[in-house]
């Protein structure tokens, strides 16, 4: 007997507040462990390593994680993986040294894969076809939260308290997040297993999806979940891997290294910086706005190939010699990034069936975490020979290329 509908606040506010409050410990490594390396008891050069390694494991779990997600109660794994990502916490604010920070960092690879897929497969569950962009959106509205605020407050924590004493304080945290989803958030996989409000999903009988036949347990892959692919590579790669690796070389070809701002001189960091920063509003206002008209527009597909020129356009405003050019495509796109990472999630809603989509969301977040990850070293590979406007370029040229796979897919 399938259980009656939760509303989706009733669900998405226990998550989201679990999800953003799950990422301070992340965010405060990535904000303070390059400048307390002495307080770590690490060495500088394996910051890198320490600060990349749960991306790394998440390209391997991610799949299982998914498979798991089909096969049990979303609870039975969620909500211990929040005390996971919790107790992460506490392990690298109560030690020192190389490897029990390793340690810290694989299980918070562990819970992120267990959190993120099955998080966004929740927000499937509750959602149909009307309102699955606006859910999506909201959700990505925590997790940008979460990384702006844990990276802000884990650095005022870290200087006003010290490195540990911050991190202490942020599992702290990250555990009252993990008791209001075990105490809150209600068991969801059963209305995947049934139809949702706007009546059965057939995405998976649509013509050609034969052709993408997997032996990771997805039956087919639909138009709309080949879509999903794509748009999450492209964008992953592109903005997570290559943008936020290179801008702030970007900033100083473009710049300097002490450049005039409001008529006084600061330093290229602080720009760079700043731009970064400017991620969290635009965000917060670009992810629930491209669901909602995702939901309203009923092609999700149309409005994904809009944001990929828009990505494209971007990308070769970042290459133009001009400041303003610069700072115009940078704006441009984080508002695509963070577009295409909401219509990317309702995608994989539109084109998978409810039993399935636990593999669906896996195999979605292995993509963008594995383009991500690969996104930086390859940047830094070509730009002896390329350049930087060369390279922003190429990866206008990667989302033209991505533009006619999702117009053919």
Do not use: K
């Amino acid at each position: 007997m399938p259980s009656a509908r939760p509303a989706p606040h009733r669900v998405l506010w226990p998550l989201g507040l679990g999800t953003a409050l799950s990422l301070i410990g992340d965010a405060t490594l990535y904000t303070v462990l390059p400048t307390h390396t002495v307080e770590a008891g690490v060495p500088l050069t394996s910051v890198g390593l320490l600060l990349g390694v749960n991306r790394a494991i998440r390209v391997l779990l991610n799949g299982p994680m998914g498979a798991g997600y089909d096969r049990l109660p979303r609870r039975h794994l969620l909500v211990p993986a929040f005390f996971v990502g919790a107790f992460s916490t506490l392990l690298v604010g109560v030690t020192r040294g190389f490897w029990p920070l390793l340690v810290a960092r694989l299980l918070w690879g562990l819970a992120w894969s267990a959190i993120w897929v099955g998080g966004n497969t929740v927000v499937l569950d509750i959602s149909g076809d009307a309102d699955r962009g606006r859910w999506s959106g909201f959700y990505q509205v925590w997790f940008f939260t979460g990384v702006a605020a844990g990276a802000f407050l884990g650095g005022v924590l870290t200087d006003r308290i010290g490195y540990h004493a911050a991190l202490r304080s942020g599992a702290a945290l990250t555990t009252l997040g993990a008791l209001a989803v075990f105490l809150f958030l209600p068991e969801t996989r059963l209305l995947s297993l049934s139809p949702t409000p706007d009546g059965p999903d057939q995405s998976l009988s649509e013509p050609g999806g034969g052709r993408w036949r997997s032996l990771l347990g997805i039956e087919d892959f639909s138009p709309p979940l080949r879509a999903a692919i794509l748009l999450q590579g492209g964008n992953r790669f592109a903005f997570a891997g290559v943008v936020v690796a290179t801008l702030g070389l970007l900033l100083q070809q473009r710049l300097g290294d002490q450049p005039a701002l409001l008529g006084r001189s600061v330093g290229v960091a602080t720009v760079t910086g700043g731009l970064l920063a400017l991620r969290l509003p635009l965000n917060l206002v670009s992810a629930p706005l491209t669901g909602l008209l995702s939901d309203r527009a009923g092609d999700r597909l149309r409005l994904g190939r809009g944001l990929l020129l828009l990505g494209g356009l971007a990308m070769v405003l970042l290459a133009l010699p001009h400041p303003l050019a610069l700072f115009l495509g940078f704006l441009v796109g984080v508002v695509v990034s963070g577009g295409l990472q909401t219509l990317a999630i309702a995608l994989v809603g539109d084109g998978s069936q409810g039993q399935e989509r636990g593999r669906a969301m896996g195999l979605l977040h292995t993509v963008g975490d594995l383009t991500s990850a690969l996104g930086p070293p390859l940047a830094y590979g070509l730009l002896p020979v390329l350049g930087v406007p060369a390279l922003y370029l190429l990866c206008a040229f990667l989302f033209s290329l991505t533009w006619l796979l999702v117009r053919n897919a």
